[in-house]
């Protein structure tokens, strides 16, 4: 669950990026992802370990019929409990 909440974060987090410094066309987002405390479906916050491929599946579904349909998303996991985008290449 955490994956698509996260995957969805990520995306809207590009957007703004993307927007802010008015880049063309991405072409990779490097991501660091730690574990993730949410709250979510009626749940009080939590924490979960996210597996890179269920994050990628999740960023590849929502990137989907987007401005960000082509981009690879390199994910690499990290000790704490939060994420970054890293760095955007165009
Ligand atoms: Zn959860």
């Known amino acids: 669950m955490h994956d698509f909440i996260l995957a969805k974060e990520i995306i809207d987090e590009l957007k703004t990026i993307v ?3 008015k880049l063309d066309q ?3 987002v490097n991501v660091e992802i730690g574990m993730i405390h949410l709250a979510h479906d009626g749940h009080p916050e939590h924490t979960e370990d996210i597996s890179v491929e269920n ?3 999740g960023l590849a579904s929502i990137a989907k019929n987007t401005a960000f349909e082509k981009v690879e998303f390199a994910i690499k996991k ?3 409990e939060h994420w970054k985008i890293t ?3 165009v």
């Open 87 to 89: 760095d955007i290449e």
């Open 26 to 28: 991405v072409k990779k």
């Open 19 to 21: 927007a802010e410094k």
């Open 55 to 57: 994050l990628q599946f």
């Open 78 to 80: 990290m000790a704490g």
